[in-house]
């Protein structure tokens, strides 16, 4: 009955190579983020989608892209692997964009460590 | 520009009171949030404020004056599993909170 699922929880892997991180909320929330957590904790957004559809996107690498096959998933691709890319990755849902009392939920965090 | 500025570190006692500040600026606002962050897990969410004043939720309260851009987390009766990371959040007018760096409150016996 976990909120926010992702998996997988760490992902060690070389420089250049391809990878996904899955993300699943089971609360019915319209809206699920990706966030980077890097070593000095910061939380930086990265995408936010509303019902399926992109409403936020960062300045991030086009290595990075998201995709939401249907409101309840949110998942990360990374192409071309490199060292910055090292960091925390969470999922987040919260029931609506626009209405800024709601809460975010968090998942329990990707390890991602590129070497 | 947007920015969260809160302390670094901050250590207390058991069983003490601590603050913990965090003073914004964002493009437009719509209130700030707390969230407690234990090493290694997930950010969980503690408060809300959009309006002027103090929010209290048993031993943690929440104040906001939004004239002077800041806020406060305070956090009383001090326990030994308030060792975390608090993080402010303020939201913007872009649909997206802007999350400061957390303070550590390390707390000691």
């Known amino acids: 009955d976990t909120a926010v699922s992702q998996t997988p929880k760490y992902l060690v892997t070389q420089m250049g190579n391809d990878k996904s991180i899955k993300c699943e909320q089971n609360?019915?929330?319209?809206?699920m983020y990706w966030y980077k957590q890097d070593s000095k904790k910061f939380l930086k957004i990265m995408f936010s989608?509303?019902?399926?559809?992109?409403?936020i996107n960062e300045t991030v690498p086009n290595r990075f892209s998201p995709k939401s096959p249907d409101k309840a998933h949110l998942n990360l691709h990374i192409n071309s692997l490199e060292l910055g890319d090292s960091a925390v990755y969470f999922c987040?849902?919260?029931?609506?964009?626009?209405?800024?009392?709601?809460?975010?939920?968090f998942g329990p965090g990707t390890r991602l460590t590129v070497t | 520009g947007q920015n969260i500025d809160q302390p670094t570190e901050m250590t207390a006692t058991e069983g003490a009171i601590v603050q913990i500040n965090c003073t914004y600026q964002?493009?437009?606002?719509?209130?700030l949030f707390w969230y407690q962050q234990h090493a290694g897990e997930a950010p969980t969410f503690l408060s809300y404020?959009?309006l002027d004043g103090l929010e209290e939720k048993g031993r943690f309260s929440s104040f906001l004056s939004r004239s002077k851009g800041y806020s406060y987390l305070l956090l009383k009766e001090l326990q030994m599993k308030d060792s975390a990371s608090y993080l402010c959040?303020?939201?913007?007018?872009?649909?997206?909170?802007?999350w400061g760096a957390g303070t550590k409150l390390i707390i000691k016996p």
């Open positions: 989608y509303n019902n399926k559809e992109l409403i």
């Open positions: 987040a849902s919260s029931p609506e964009a626009r209405e800024w009392t709601y809460e975010q939920y």
């Open positions: 964002t493009s437009g606002f719509n209130g």
């Open positions: 609360l019915g929330h319209d809206t």
């Open positions: 959040a303020a939201t913007d007018s872009n649909y997206q909170l802007i």
């Open positions: 404020n959009v």
